[in-house]
C-alpha cells in the first residue's frame, strides 16, 4: 500500500496531519458505496430474518406485524407448492448445470483447437446470451406453441402424433424452460472455459504429440485437470445462478400450469407480492440465502481440500 | 505430419461448427423473419425463412406508434440504462481509488465484509427492499429503482484490481505539484482507468437494460415500464398476434446485438475478467 504522505508538512498542528487527512478522505471516498451496499444488502438480510419471525401483510403498519416465532418455517415443511418448488429447483439444478457445462466445454476445446473463424464463433454463440431473457423467451413462447409452432409442426412432420404440449403442459413445462436456459448460459459458459483454454501452454500439447498421445489422450491429461480452476468456478456459479431463476418463469408460465413449473424464487415472489405475506415470503429468503451458503461452502471445502492434496 | 490432412479436418470442423452455431441462433432467425411477416404467414409450415409479402414497415409502425406505448418503454429504458451506469461507475470508482490508492485504517476489513456480501442473493432481499422503498416513499419511481442498482461491488473490485496496478508516480508527483485527492481521482485515476470502465460501463448496460425483475418489483405503472415490462405488457394485449411480438422482441434486441458486435472486445472481457481470476 501507498502511503502519499508529504514529508515537510508534519509539523503541523498535531490532530490534524497529512496521514489524518488521507485517512479521512478514503473513507469518505469509499463512503457512498459502502453505504450503500450496506443499507441494500446485509441490513435487508437482517431485517428480513426478523420479518421470517413474523405475521405481517405489509398494509397495516407495524402495529398489525405478530411475533410467531419458528411458525413460518414449521410451515414451509408442509406446503406443498413450496416442497414443488424446492423439487424443481433440484431438478433444475440436476439437469441444467451438467448438460450445459459439457457443451460448453465440448464447444469451446472444438472451438479452441479445431477451427478457423475462431472470433466469429464466439461471437454467435454469445449473441443469445446478452439478449433480454424476456424477448427471447417471447420468441420460444411462439416456437413452443403446442398447437401451430414450429418446434410441434416439425415433431408433427416426422410422425409424432401427439407432440408434448410444453409450456402448457404440466409434465413438459420445466423441461421447456430448462431448455432455453440451457441455451442462453451456453454463450457465457463457452467464454469462459475458452479463456481458461488460452491459458494453458501450447508446449503441453506439442510435447504431448511427440510422445504420440491421443486427442482425447491430451484432453483427459492436460484440458481437463489444467481447466478445473474454471470448470470450478463455472460449477459454482451455475449452480448458484439455477437456484435464482425466475424470469422465465413468471414470463412464460407464472409458475403453473398448476404450480408445476414453481421455484423458489417465485414462490417469494408470488408470496411478497401478490398476496402479501411478508413473514413467510421472508423466510423462503432465508432457505433460498441458506441453499447458496451451503453449495459455496462446499466447495470451499472441496477446493481447500484439492489445494492440499 | 501430414499438413494437408490437418487443414481438411480444420475445415471439416469449421463446416460443422458453422452447422451447429446458425442452428443455435435459429431462434433468433426466426424471430427476424416472423417481424417482417404478414401475421397469417408466420405459422405457416414449412417455414419460410424470407417472408413472401413483406410487412416489416407496418408492423414496425404498429409496435412503435400505435395505443401500446412502445417508444415510451424505450425510452424509460435508456433512462434507467444510461443514469444506473453512471450512478454505478462513479461509485464504485471512487471506492475502488479508495481501495487501490489510499491509507485509510480499517479499509482492509471493510473491502473484506463488502466482497463477502456479494454472496448474498438479490432475491433474497427482496422483500425487505420493497418495504424501504415503500417507507422512503420511492415505491413506483424510477429513482427507487436506479437506487436499487447503483451500487455493485462486482464492478468495484474490477476496478480496484485494475487501479492497483497504476503506478504511485503519477499520483506521487500530482501530490507534489500541489493537487488535492479530488483532482487526483478526476485527473489522473480516471483517465488511466479508461480501459475497465469502458468495459464496466458497457455490462452494466446491457444487465440494466435486460432487467427484469427488479422493475417487476419497484414499479408499478405503465407509463414508467422499461423494455422487459412493456414486452410483458404487450404480450398480454397482442397475445394472439406473434408478428407484433416478434417485431417487439427485435426491437428490443436489436440494439444491445449491435452494441455487442461493435464492442465485443469490452463485453467478452468484461464478463471473463472477474471469472477466470475469481
Known amino acids: ?309 | 505430419m501430414n499438413t494437408k490432412k490437418f487443414e481438411l479436418s480444420r475445415w471439416i470442423f469449421t463446416v460443422m461448427c458453422g452447422a451447429l452455431s446458425i442452428l443455435f441462433i435459429v431462434p433468433l432467425v426466426w424471430m427476424l423473419s416472423a417481424s417482417a411477416k404478414l401475421e397469417r404467414d408466420v405459422m405457416t409450415y414449412p417455414i419460410q425463412w424470407i417472408p413472401q409479402e413483406w410487412n416489416w414497415v407496418s408492423n414496425f409502425q404498429k409496435v412503435w406508434l400505435e395505443n401500446v406505448p412502445f417508444s415510451l418503454f424505450y425510452w424509460n429504458s435508456f433512462k434507467l440504462s444510461v443514469l444506473a451506469t453512471l450512478c454505478t461507475l462513479i461509485f464504485s470508482s471512487m471506492a475502488a481509488f479508495s481501495f487501490a490508492k489510499l491509507r485509510a485504517p480499517g479499509k482492509g476489513i471493510m473491502f473484506g465484509l463488502m466482497m463477502s456480501f456479494m454472496i448474498i442473493p438479490e432475491q433474497a432481499t427482496l422483500v425487505p427492499r420493497f418495504i424501504m422503498i415503500k417507507w422512503l416513499g420511492l415505491y413506483n419511481t424510477h429513482e427507487g429503482l436506479i437506487l436499487m442498482l447503483a451500487f455493485s461491488m462486482y464492478f468495484t473490485f474490477l476496478m480496484r484490481q485494475y487501479m492497483m496496478g497504476i503506478q504511485n508516480d503519477f499520483i506521487e508527483s500530482a501530490k507534489i505539484d500541489g493537487a488535492g485527492y479530488l483532482r487526483i481521482y478526476a485527473q489522473i485515476m480516471l483517465p488511466l482507468s479508461k480501459p475497465i470502465l469502458a468495459t464496466a460501463g458497457i455490462i452494466k448496460f446491457i444487465w440494466t437494460w435486460n432487467d427484469y425483475q427488479n422493475p417487476l418489483i419497484f414499479l408499478f405503472s405503465k407509463n414508467l415500464y422499461p423494455l422487459p415490462l412493456g414486452i410483458q405488457f404487450f404480450r398480454q394485449e397482442y397475445s394472439n398476434n406473434v408478428s407484433l411480438m416478434m417485431m417487439a422482441a427485435v426491437s428490443a434486441i436489436i440494439p444491445l446485438i449491435i452494441v455487442f458486435i461493435v464492442l465485443q472486445k469490452q463485453v467478452i472481457n468484461g464478463i471473463t475478467v472477474g471469472g477466470v481470476k475469481g
Open chain 1, 1 to 309: 500500500m501507498s502511503s502519499l504522505d508529504q514529508p515537510g508538512k508534519m509539523n503541523r498542528k498535531k490532530w490534524w496531519n497529512p496521514s489524518k487527512k488521507e485517512a479521512v478522505v478514503g473513507w469518505l471516498f469509499l463512503a457512498p458505496e459502502a453505504i450503500g451496499i450496506i443499507t441494500l444488502a446485509i441490513f435487508p438480510l437482517i431485517f428480513s430474518l426478523f420479518l421470517s419471525f413474523t405475521n405481517w401483510n405489509l398494509v397495516g403498519g407495524f402495529a398489525e406485524m405478530k411475533w410467531v416465532g419458528f411458525d413460518n418455517f414449521t410451515r414451509l415443511i408442509d406446503d406443498s407448492k413450496f416442497l414443488k418448488a424446492l423439487q424443481n429447483n433440484i431438478i433444475f439444478t440436476a439437469i441444467t448445470v451438467p448438460v450445459g457445462l459439457i457443451i460448453a466445454m465440448i464447444m469451446a476445446v472444438i472451438i479452441h483447437t479445431k477451427v478457423y473463424a475462431k472470433d466469429l464463433f464466439k461471437i454467435l454463440f454469445f449473441i443469445p446470451y446478452i439478449c433480454s431473457t424476456v424477448a427471447v423467451a417471447a420468441v420460444w413462447a411462439a416456437l413452443y406453441h403446442p398447437s401451430s409452432g414450429p418446434i410441434n409442426r416439425f415433431l408433427m412432420e416426422l410422425g409424432m402424433a401427439d407432440p408434448p404440449k410444453w409450456l402448457v403442459d404440466s409434465h413438459y413445462a420445466i423441461i421447456a424452460i430448462m431448455v432455453i436456459a440451457i441455451w442462453q448460459a451456453l454463450g457465457y459458459q463457452m467464454i469462459i472455459f475458452l479463456a481458461g483454454l488460452t491459458q494453458i501452454s501450447e508446449e503441453l500439447y506439442e510435447s504431448a504429440e511427440i510422445d504420440g498421445a491421443s486427442g482425447i489422450q491430451q484432453f483427459k491429461s492436460i484440458t481437463l485437470p489444467l481447466l478445473a480452476p474454471t470448470t470450478l468456478f463455472l460449477t459454482i456459479t451455475t449452480i448458484i445462478s439455477s437456484f435464482k431463476v425466475f424470469d422465465l418463469i413468471k414470463f412464460l408460465t407464472d409458475g403453473g400450469p398448476n404450480d408445476a413449473s414453481t421455484v423458489i424464487v417465485y414462490r417469494i415472489y408470488e408470496e411478497g407480492f401478490i398476496n402479501f405475506n411478508m413473514g413467510y415470503a421472508s423466510a423462503m429468503s432465508w432457505i433460498l440465502f441458506l441453499l447458496v451458503i451451503a453449495v459455496t461452502s462446499i466447495t470451499w471445502i472441496v477446493q481447500a481440500r484439492e489445494k492440499k492434496a
